[in-house]
């Protein structure tokens, strides 16, 4: 089936080589960056997770959103997302590939990478996170391709592949509750230590992740003969304007909590973040922004007349994105770092080496993310035909 990615439109062959391009200028600046070390970062003994961390978080739940489409399909039969279950889980697939970048280049030392498995440590949650990330790597690749391998001969997949994707679905769950967990289980952190922060991400994760893939789904259908279906959109809308719901809820709660119960350590990281604390206040700008994108996007979504409509969903979607991306790739991993334990205020900003980093890794999950929907879409509009 790889030989559909070998055919293409010269948008196809532009996109992947633009794609390469900042994949190559990340490469370089990884490089660079393993002589000289984390220095060339905007990383400190305070702030010792950055941009990179923060990405690594909110991809996880990008992976952990495919859930959205598997379960309703697998465990409830529900036909209509058949259509793009595959989309579902080949976009999880690049979702992985992208965390898992995201902690070699977080590495100073790459090679400490293996310490993980030649020296396992059981009471790590770093040690579980691992663990399920690959797994969940490997089942969607295992589902994912043998599904659209049986779609392209025209027959049905084997049981097998059913029992793993009933596997899939709670382990899509595990995957982001255990990344919580790294989070939730530090004390000294007071903005992580609570406990529905394991919550806060399912919810995020359960409304970014479907966003993106209605997006992509539009994409696909502008660029392809292959129609995810209005229905499909439409539902995925909903999960989504459900998910937003929750998510938007859970951080009142966490707000209310702080500020009712006047804790410093608790307001002290809302204050950071949203006004500024001891003169440091670059990151209020982006939250008040995400704040401001959660507003539309819960207007567009909760309204049945604009959820409906695919050019006001795309918007809500992006909306969605761009809101949980600020809050969860950004806000959430400073806001936990600061102010410190002694109420200091390191500040913390990425470096323009630290942003292609980035842009170099998220350039790779889209490379394999388009190689899979390439042969994808292929092998269905082949079936349709």
Not at 199 to 218: I, K, N, T, W, Y
Not at 296 to 314: E, F, G, N, W, Y
Request: glycine share 8%; aromatic share 16%.
């Amino acid at each position: 089936m790889l030989d559909r990615a070998l055919k293409g439109t010269t948008g196809y062959w532009s996109w992947l080589v633009f794609l390469l391009v900042l994949i190559g200028i990340g490469a370089g600046c990884y490089i660079y960056q393993y002589f000289e070390g984390l220095r060339i970062t905007g990383l400190s003994r305070d702030v010792s997770w950055g941009l990179y961390i923060g990405q690594l978080t909110y991809f996880v739940g990008i992976a952990a959103g495919g859930v959205m489409v598997v379960l309703p399909y697998y465990l409830h039969d529900y036909k209509a997302f058949g259509r793009i279950t595959i989309l579902g889980e080949f976009l999880a697939i690049a979702a992985i590939l992208m965390c898992l970048l995201f902690v070699f280049v977080d590495l100073g030392n790459p090679t400490r990478i293996m310490n993980v498995i030649l020296y396992p440590t059981p009471n790590s949650i770093l040690f579980w996170d691992m663990i399920v990330l690959n797994v969940y790597l490997l089942l969607n690749i295992v589902v994912g391709w043998n599904v659209l391998a049986a779609e392209r001969k025209g027959v049905k997949y084997k049981k097998w592949i059913k029992v793993l994707a009933y596997i899939s679905i709670p382990w899509a769950f595990t995957i982001h509750t255990v990344t919580a967990f790294l989070y939730a289980g530090i004390p000294g952190r007071h903005f992580w230590l609570t406990a529905i922060m394991a919550a806060r991400f399912l919810s995020s994760a359960f409304c970014a992740g479907p966003a993106l893939l209605v997006l992509l789904c539009l994409i696909v259908k502008k660029v392809s003969k292959f129609d995810p279906g209005k229905e499909q959109l439409q539902t995925l809308g909903g999960i989504i304007a459900y998910a937003m719901i929750l998510n938007v809820f859970f951080f009142l709660l966490e707000v209310f909590t702080a500020f009712y119960s006047q804790i410093p350590g608790h307001m002290h990281a809302f204050e950071f973040l949203f006004h500024g604390l001891d003169g440091y206040g670059k990151l209020a700008p982006w939250m008040w922004t995400a704040t401001g994108f959660a507003v539309v996007a819960l207007v567009l979504l909760i309204v049945p007349a604009t959820r409906r409509k695919q050019d006001t969903l795309a918007i809500a979607c992006i909306s969605v994105i761009i809101a949980t991306w600020i809050d969860k790739g950004l806000g959430l991993i400073v806001g936990g770092f600061t102010p410190n334990m002694f109420d200091t205020v390191t500040p913390y900003w990425p470096t323009t080496l630290e942003v292609l980093i980035t842009i170099g890794v998220l350039a790779v999950g889209f490379f394999v993310l388009t190689i899979l929907y390439k042969i994808a879409v292929s092998i269905k509009e082949e079936a349709a035909a």
